[in-house]
C-alpha cells in the first residue's frame, strides 16, 4: 500500500509540473483605415500607442501577459513585428 501511495504521489508531481505556461510571439497588424499598430489576441484588439504591460486571466482560468509596445522605426516603415506574450 506505501508503494501505491508513493508511485501516486510522484504521479501527482509529475502532472503538476508538467503543466507549463508557453511564450509566443503575436505579429503586430495596422489598421487599414488609420494606419495605427494594435495586436489582436483571443478575438480582442489591443492598441500599441504606448508601452503597456497588460496581465489578466482569461475566460479558461489562465495568467495572460501582453508586452504591448510601440514598434520600432523598423518595423513600422516594413509593416512587420511582433509583440512578447505568455499564457
Do not use: H, W
Request: glycine share 4%.
Amino acid at each position: 500500500m506505501k508503494q501505491v501511495a508513493v508511485a501516486l504521489t510522484f504521479t501527482l508531481l509529475f502532472l503538476a509540473y508538467s503543466v507549463e505556461a508557453y511564450t509566443m510571439l503575436i505579429p503586430i497588424d495596422y489598421d487599414d483605415d488609420t494606419g495605427e499598430p494594435y495586436v489582436q489576441f483571443d478575438g480582442k484588439r489591443y492598441s500599441l500607442e504606448e508601452d503597456n504591460f497588460l496581465e489578466f486571466v482569461d475566460d479558461t482560468e489562465c495568467q495572460v501577459t501582453l508586452a504591448l509596445r510601440m514598434p520600432e522605426n523598423d518595423e513600422l516603415i516594413n509593416k512587420k513585428g511582433y509583440i512578447g506574450a505568455s499564457r
